[in-house]
């Protein structure tokens, strides 16, 4: 796709990103048909081609509307139709920039402005949303269901603790709204890990990823958690640690990334770079340690298979390039995975779509919800806090994260 690129972008960074990307697009459609709000809403300025049409246009100089800045909120960002596109164009990357400049030349609504402002603040604070928690745990019952779906009825009960120092030592991740919503996946983690001699811990200065805020447009609040995170695990680097494992998936593909965003940072860039490339979603973990996993589960009493509905979250699959992997370590461990229609598609989740963009988040989680229920399962597994606490406010059937199926 030629573009012209207008004086204001031009000769910049993100202007020469920007070109590089849209380049690359043929305007061929086939992310039309893998794109999920272009499923439900069947307008082309809902599909990755229609945004990225927008989204040069205002490269080039065009005005910007309050419609345009509607139709980029309403990307999911799932990155379906980067596993999709034949020309390997890499749309998240570009709508990061697209959002960025719409934001900049159109003013939101005060009420949106605010409520943005306010889940920037809020989410990636851990003791400030674990304090929100317990306090909605407490008005669940007088909440509006929407709301009250998104919390869990009662906290989750603590992992006995069965870990032993061992030699080899990885980085966890406590993120932002995992610790409050869901810790037994970490300390599920941990047991195992340590199972096969691995000791998984957690630096108390890291927190939030950093992608909350900066999906939400607020940037440099985004890079700035990196950067805390980048000091606080830089010396457990040093001292010989040999991976930061990722147990969310959405907060994987972020720091996978770290190398990306702060690229143009001097004193950041190198340090990023190592970063990205020393982690690993916990399934690539244990897929590199198949052998020992094996060894460990074959010790232990025999326990049932169940009958488990996968979801592989878009940030896993389509983000990471992950898929397959979290299938076969399920069924080392005795599971029956059951086939699941439309597995790429997203579950509406998205961050903090959900909260932004309800209508079409609870039509996108009802379709996928339709398709894992479909096969009768016992349970439903995924691989991301995200999606897990959006499937479970619309199913009966539990929804867990995938390694603590494979504890005793």
Not at 49 to 70: D, F, P
Not at 245 to 253: D, H, I, L, P, Q
Not at 302 to 324: A, D, E, W, Y
Request: net charge positive; proline share 7%.
């Amino acid at each position: 796709m030629q573009t012209q690129l207008a004086d204001f972008i031009r000769d910049t960074a993100d202007g020469e990103e920007a070109d590089r990307i849209l380049r690359a697009c043929v305007h061929c459609g086939f992310c039309l048909a893998t794109c999920p709000t272009y499923q439900i809403l069947g307008d082309e300025l809902d599909s990755p081609r229609g945004r990225i049409y927008l989204m040069k246009q205002m490269l080039e100089g065009a005005t910007v509307t309050h419609k345009t800045l509607t139709h980029l909120d309403r990307c999911l960002t799932c990155r379906n139709c980067e596993t999709t596109c034949p020309s390997g164009v890499q749309y998240g990357k570009l709508i990061d920039i697209g959002r960025r400049i719409a934001e900049a030349k159109v003013p939101r609504p005060l009420a949106q402005s605010l409520k943005r402002r306010a889940l920037a603040k809020f989410l990636p604070q851990e003791k400030l949303f674990g304090g929100a928690m317990k306090l909605g745990r407490l008005a669940r019952p007088l909440l509006p269901e929407s709301l009250a779906g998104k919390i869990p009825a009662q906290p989750a009960a603590p992992l006995a603790s069965r870990i032993t120092p061992q030699p080899r030592k990885m980085l966890a991740l406590a993120g932002c709204v995992q610790p409050a919503l869901s810790p037994q996946i970490n300390a599920a983690a941990r047991e195992v890990l340590d199972a096969i001699g691995i000791t998984l811990f957690e630096a108390p200065a890291a927190g939030c990823c950093g992608a909350v805020s900066f999906h939400l447009n607020f940037q440099e609040q985004g890079l700035a958690a990196m950067r805390r995170n980048i000091d606080a695990w830089w010396p457990h680097l040093e001292a010989g640690v040999e991976a930061i494992v990722m147990t969310a998936s959405g907060c994987g593909v972020t720091v996978k990334e770290y190398g990306h965003y702060l690229k143009h940072d001097p004193a950041y860039a190198e340090k990023a770079a190592r970063i990205a490339a020393l982690t690993k979603d916990l399934s690539e973990v244990l897929l590199a340690e198949e052998a020992a996993l094996r060894a460990w589960l074959s010790q232990r009493a025999p326990r049932p298979g169940r009958q488990v509905s996968f979801h592989s979250p878009c940030t896993l699959q389509h983000g990471q390039k992950i898929t397959g992997v979290v299938e076969a370590l399920l069924t080392v461990a005795g599971h029956t995975l059951l086939p699941v229609a439309e597995p790429h598609l997203c579950c509406g989740s998205a961050g903090t779509y959900s909260l932004l963009e309800p209508a079409l988040s609870t039509q996108l989680r009802d379709r996928k919800l339709g398709h894992l229920s479909a096969p009768q399962p016992e349970v439903i597994a995924t691989a991301n806090i995200g999606c897990l606490t959006h499937l479970q406010s619309g199913t009966p059937t539990p929804v867990r994260h995938w390694v603590e199926l494979l504890l005793p």
